[in-house]
């Protein structure tokens, strides 16, 4: 894969004597018409069209000055992948990858882009806005040198209770020497000066001292390490270890009573902390495509950070995405998922709030929820957790991996595994490998859903684009079409499309790169940018023709093509 990708980067020189390219000459005609007697048509041609007239074509998206049609941009990794395999073989499921120390090097960013990585997250709960910034450059840099469509997601820390960041360590062990006598560990809200004493843990939140009560569990990253309380000190709290683990900097702190969860006074702190409203600003800033709010607990907070943002980035594109992973989240969960974007499955901290044996069912309730409302959802949390020490994962994770797959999210999250983990590569490419597969399977099988979609669509335009996504969605199971194109400026229609989940990839075209790049966590969608006019014809010659010159589309592939210009569906054979 590697190689292919370099050599779409780096084309070899055109072979004396060889035809010449549809690219490489102007063309007679600007919009490469084929003549009506050779033009391949079905013996019917359908089309559905509302009754919005058409507007005017926007010539100047179309060829330069001098004839020749400008470049269509197409993901490096994913081009390889067509024109090595063909349509069928492109993976549906999106990964998104934590950059961390070990992932933060432009060298290592593009390994993961030529890897499959369609999102880089960075978490704020981590290393300075200095640090974050140049990670956020060099995924744009990467984008703009080699051909990539990274998207950014920016996560904030949240206004939970976490550990501090044990003194710059990297991590600590927590340990049990035999039964009943485990490490003794101080958790303290007081200010030490480095180095830290021995065993002793900064916590974020004043009232923990008094919150907490002798006898008490402490979990620490959703189970990762597991602590009793048996001393209260002032500010400072006396733990044993009961159950040894591996202590991460700004992990989340829980703790239970008599077996359910205590929230006390840690209940009423703001979702969005004070630094988590200038991590925001940094976003914004830096043109994040994406924003994770952790710790969500009603739609009012979301609604409040999109007119933040709509007012402070007048235009922007940036996502708000509800990171569901509270009790809080799981009580208004359908009025959160309407208010956002999109949704993540934070399992690790979910899993600290919610019995184990419930998280599975969560999980896809919150998987469906999100599809029916037409949002994209990430499964995160733990899905190669092994992979961060050793180079092969569990079986266990594997099936959890193809589980969440078979589910249809949207896509796949590694956290830890790629941020510090010592196999990055190895475990994004688990991720791929077990998606591809577990997708190859379904399509083999015939497994199409029985999940009824409910209508989304609020006015009667967007009533008909979604009723000519669900046609085209079948038509194209039922024709076994090689591919649906979709020709949007807003990415709507595409999204659309995506929640369908038809058995071929969907190309979606858009003239705006920011669009593209959001387009690139939705299931099954492969995004373009790509000049279009409202000429339908003249687009669709325009493509096939650019396509074809890279050897990504054959000439007799079944195409269905949709516009939300026009709201138009065709089904054609590539001349």
């Not at 990504?552 to 089904?571: E, F, K, N, R, Y």
Request: neutral net charge; proline residues 6%; hydrophobic residues 40%.
């Amino acid at each position: 894969m590697a190689a292919a990708a370099h050599s779409l980067l780096h084309p070899p020189a055109a072979r004396k004597g060889a035809a010449p390219s549809p690219l490489s000459h102007p063309s007679p005609s600007p919009f490469l018409r084929f003549p009506a007697a050779t033009r391949p048509r079905l013996p019917h041609l359908h089309r559905l069209r509302s009754a919005s007239p058409a507007a005017a074509s926007d010539l100047t998206a179309f060829p330069n000055p001098n004839g020749i049609l400008a470049p269509i941009d197409v993901d490096a990794a994913t081009e390889a992948e067509l024109r090595e395999n063909g349509f069928r073989s492109t993976r549906r499921t999106k990964l998104v990858c934590t950059v961390g120390p070990a992932t933060s090097s432009p060298e290592q960013l593009e390994a993961l882009a030529v890897g499959g990585m369609n999102v880089a997250r960075v978490n704020m709960c981590h290393g300075d806005r200095e640090w974050h910034r140049g990670v956020i450059r060099a995924v744009r840099r990467l984008n703009e040198e080699k051909g990539f469509a990274v998207a950014v997601m920016m996560d904030t820390e949240g206004s939970e209770i976490h550990m501090g960041d044990l003194g710059g360590a990297a991590s600590a062990k927590a340990e049990v020497r035999c039964l009943y006598d485990g490490e003794v560990w101080t958790f303290s809200v007081r200010a030490f000066e480095l180095p830290l004493p021995e065993r002793t843990i900064n916590v974020n939140y004043d009232g923990f001292a008094e919150d907490v009560r002798v006898g008490d569990e402490l979990l620490v990253d959703g189970g990762m390490a597991r602590f009793e309380v048996i001393e209260k000190l002032g500010p400072d709290v006396k733990c044993r270890c009961t159950d040894p683990g591996l202590l991460l900097p700004r992990a989340n702190l829980t703790f239970w009573r008599d077996g359910s969860i205590v929230r006390e006074r840690n209940a009423m702190l703001p979702t969005i902390s004070s630094k988590d409203w200038l991590d925001i600003d940094f976003g914004i800033a830096e043109g994040c495509d994406f924003i994770a709010v952790s710790f969500v607990k009603s739609a009012e907070v979301i609604k409040h950070l999109k007119s933040y943002i709509a007012a402070r980035s007048r235009g922007s594109d940036i996502s708000v995405l509800a990171k569901i992973e509270s009790i809080d989240s799981l009580k208004n969960l359908e009025e959160i998922i309407r208010a956002s974007d999109g949704a993540m499955v934070a399992r690790g901290d979910m899993g600290a709030q919610v019995p184990l044996e419930q998280v599975p069912s969560i999980q896809q309730k919150i998987v469906q929820l999100c599809r029916q409302l037409n949002k994209p959802v990430i499964v995160a949390s733990q899905l190669l957790e092994s992979m961060i020490e050793y180079p092969t994962p569990t079986r266990a994770e594997v099936a959890d991996v193809s589980e969440a797959v078979r589910q249809r999210a949207d896509a796949l999250m590694l956290s830890g595994e790629s941020a510090m983990g010592r196999y990055p590569e190895k475990a994004l490419s688990v991720l791929r490998s077990v998606s591809l597969r577990i997708e190859k399977w379904w399509r083999e099988e015939k497994r199409h859903e029985a999940l009824e979609l409910q209508g989304v669509s609020s006015s009667f335009s967007d009533k008909v684009s979604e009723e000519i996504c669900n046609s085209a969605a079948k038509m194209a199971n039922g024709l076994g079409a090689d591919a649906v194109f979709v020709f949007t400026k807003t990415g709507h229609m595409a999204s659309l499309l995506s929640r369908c989940r038809p058995d071929c990839p969907v190309f979606a075209f858009t003239t705006s790169t920011s669009i593209r790049r959001r387009l690139n966590l939705q299931w099954g969608l492969i995004p373009f940018r790509l000049s279009f006019s409202d000429d339908m014809e003249s687009n669709l010659n325009r493509t096939f023709s650019l396509l074809k010159a890279r050897g990504m589309i054959q000439s007799g592939d079944l195409v269905i093509a949709l516009s939300d210009m026009l709201q138009s569906i065709q089904v054609m054979n590539v001349p």
